[in-house]
T-cell receptor, first 113, second 114 residues
């Protein structure tokens, strides 16, 4: 069975500081990995995904995540956060044999001025 | 505008009173899914549908029913709601399965069962 662990439930950070949101997964097969973002009072939106190829993937708003197979991790990073990045971030995993995403419990990123 | 819509957005009901939460998408997506979101648990899948008349259980299907008679609609039915079904519910759709395509989420339905 697959599972996703997001170790930090909340991450407070000052504006323009770097941030890393951690995600570890467990799976016995090749995986596809995703980060979704949920802004207050909204549904989830895809931030970035790893399907294959380069292990470093980037989003259009400056986030990046690196797939590390040996450490079964897919941490999300941004070198300089903005107030507008305040949201909840969910890591998710699936594989070719499944028809569902397994989500982590979420990390609430709170960017302070 | 491409979107997933859910109705109602907010609902307060009482134990045992049957209710339906509607979900509709206008993107001709084959795959649709229902999730519930609870604090500290993230999103858990209730049911999903790969296409019309094809539905299957997710991780937490107990107490829920779904149907997929048309491609665009995927209603969630609670035949006899109980307080433990108080939650935030999201419908999502994608062109095919979630491993191939981005899932588009609706705005959510906040359900309270008294």
């Amino acid at each position: 069975a697959q599972s996703v662990t997001q170790l930090d439930s909340q991450v407070p950070v000052f504006e323009e500081a770097p941030v890393e949101l951690r995600c570890n997964y467990s799976s016995s097969v090749s995986v596809y990995l995703f980060w979704y973002v949920q802004y207050p009072n909204q549904g989830l939106q895809l931030l970035l995904k790893y399907l294959s190829g380069s292990t470093l993937v980037e989003s259009i708003n400056g986030f990046e995540a690196e797939f590390n197979k040996s450490q079964t991790s897919f941490h999300l990073r941004k070198p300089s956060v903005h107030i507008s990045d305040t949201a909840e971030y969910f890591c998710a995993v699936t594989d070719t044999g499944r028809r569902a995403l397994t989500f982590g419990s979420g990390t609430r990123l709170q960017v302070q001025p | 505008e491409a979107q997933v819509t859910q109705n109602p957005r907010y609902l307060i009901t009482v134990t045992g009173k049957k209710l339906t939460v509607t979900c509709s998408q206008n993107m001709n997506h084959e795959y649709m899914s229902w999730y519930r979101q609870d604090p500290g648990l993230g999103l858990r899948q209730i049911y999903y549908s790969m296409n019309v008349e094809v539905t299957d259980k997710g991780d937490v299907p107990e107490g829920y029913k779904v149907s997929r008679k048309e491609k665009r609609n995927f209603p969630l039915i609670l035949e006899s709601p109980s307080p433990n079904q108080t939650s935030l519910y999201f419908c999502a759709s994608s062109l095919r399965g979630p491993q191939y395509n981005e899932q588009f989420f609706g705005p959510g339905t906040r359900l309270t069962v008294l």
